[in-house]
């Protein structure tokens, strides 16, 4: 297959109730949160792992960042991994998450630096959120103390509302000679949307995605660019307090007015929307189609 030939932007929002989107290991494992404004933020290394597990458990797509035990259930090292392919080039054509977002590491004395195509921004809540501090027992003593079960302890978010941006740059890919294709691409997305319904997990149960758009372009070294910050979230509640998605709602003026406004460069845009989420055109609730009309849209085949 040939190497993509077009741009593309992707705005994906996604919702948490009680969990912990991306606990910050430093930190108690809290969730990350801007002191200075409140707002939630995610890495993309997390979504970047939520698309690879995806693609490996569920689509059966060789990964190469994975966690693989040996037979003592030691976790194999990089280098321990890349004995598993033959040359450089065997593990790009094998490992989908290569092609997709890169790496840096050695392949038989042969240093790897490919810039991914794929490139995400920090997700961020587009609201306030509130940090709450969640105890609990368990039945089982630990080793200490046998005589009663020891104590829970966890950082959660009783709500939040996550935006992630980002880009798939098709001259990164030609440029590294990056064999990433149409197909890996959908299939990224298909990862994005699943992937993240399918993270069930005690710290993450509760994760909800809530509207995708893909922006594919014509051609040409253009992209319209922060799409995360061309929406916002309106409600009458204070936004610490928001705890359901049916308590506001997402105004995309800004994003239809960029679209209108570029529509000569673009080819298509591919939308998904989960029936709860409110969408908005100048405070006025409005439906997905009525919403990007006269836009050439489609819809995402999963």
């Given amino acids: 297959m040939d190497v993509i030939q077009n741009r593309s932007e992707i705005l994906f929002l996604y919702d948490v109730t009680n ?13 990350r949160i801007d002191e200075e404004t409140g707002i939630n933020l995610v890495s993309d290394v997390r979504l970047k792992r939520t698309i690879r597990d995806y693609l490996y458990d569920y689509l059966g ?8 035990r040996d037979n003592n ?13 033959n040359s450089h080039q065997d593990l790009i054509e094998k490992c989908i998450d290569i092609r997709l977002f890169g790496a840096t590491t050695a392949v038989k ?3 790897m630096a490919l810039t991914g195509p794929v490139q995400f921004k920090y997700g961020r809540s587009l609201h306030r959120v509130d940090l709450t501090y969640v105890k609990g027992t368990t039945v089982m003593p630990s080793q200490a103390d046998k005589k009663q079960g020891t104590f829970t302890e966890r950082y959660i978010l009783p709500y939040s509302l996550i935006a992630f941006w980002g880009v798939v740059n098709e001259k990164a ?5 990056l064999p990433l294709t149409d197909e890996d691409v959908d299939l990224m997305m298909e990862a994005i949307w699943n992937g993240t319904k399918n993270l069930i997990s005690g710290s993450k149960f509760g994760q909800i995605p809530r509207f995708l758009l893909q922006i594919i372009y014509k051609g040409g070294n253009f992209y319209i660019g922060e799409l995360d910050k061309r929406i916002a979230i ?7 307090k928001i705890r359901d998605i ?3 709602q997402v105004e995309i003026s800004p994003l239809i007015k960029a679209l209108q406004e570029n529509q000569d460069k673009i080819k298509e845009l591919r939308i998904k929307a989960d029936d709860r989420i409110i969408l908005a055109k100048n405070g006025e609730p409005v439906g997905v189609e009525s919403a990007f009309s006269g836009l050439p849209t489609a819809s995402f085949p999963f």
């Fill in 19 to 31: 969990a912990n989107p991306n606990g910050d290991p430093v930190d108690e494992n809290k969730p």
């Fill in 73 to 85: 259930s030691n976790l194999k090292t990089k280098e321990d991994r890349l004995k598993d392919f």
């Fill in 173 to 177: 890919a030609q440029a590294q000679n």
């Fill in 246 to 248: 049916s308590e506001f």
């Fill in 109 to 111: 004395e042969q240093t």
């Fill in 234 to 240: 309106q409600t009458e509640k204070e936004e610490e």
């Fill in 61 to 68: 797509k060789e990964v190469f960042v994975r966690e693989i």
